[in-house]
């Protein structure tokens, strides 16, 4: 098994799937990070793309997600945010990535050995 991670950014919705995104290695996912880069530069663009300004936007409870300015952007830029006192504590409906996506990628993507990052990145983008 390779050994090595990379933390992997998506979203999918029944519109389509954005771009896999990949955080550099070791980066802090703060708040303030969480919100510049990763929603701002990655997912919100790429929601748009996929479905217009037609999605539901909901989050696990990551102490990114949960942040006080996380909870204020999302509701001042998404057309129907899920706010965190309404997120139910455990849903594999309301979470198709972690569920049950990641779980068949991860049996098609390790079918054989991988050598490095890279690697493990070019076979996740080209599923």
Known sequence: MFSKSVIVLVAVSAMGCAHIHFLEPGVKVNGEYYRSVVLMDMLLPDIRSVSGDCFVFQQDG???HRARDTVELLGALTPD???PDL???NS???NPVDYSIWSVMQEIVY???I???DELK????QM
Do not use: S, Y
Not at 122 to 125: A, E, G, K, M, T
């Open 62 to 64: 990551a102490p990114a």
């Open 81 to 83: 945010f899920i706010p």
């Open 87 to 89: 997120w139910p504590p």
């Open 92 to 94: 594999l409906d309301l």
């Open 111 to 113: 079918q054989t050995h």
């Open 115 to 117: 050598a490095n990052i």
């Open 122 to 125: 070019h076979r996740l983008v």
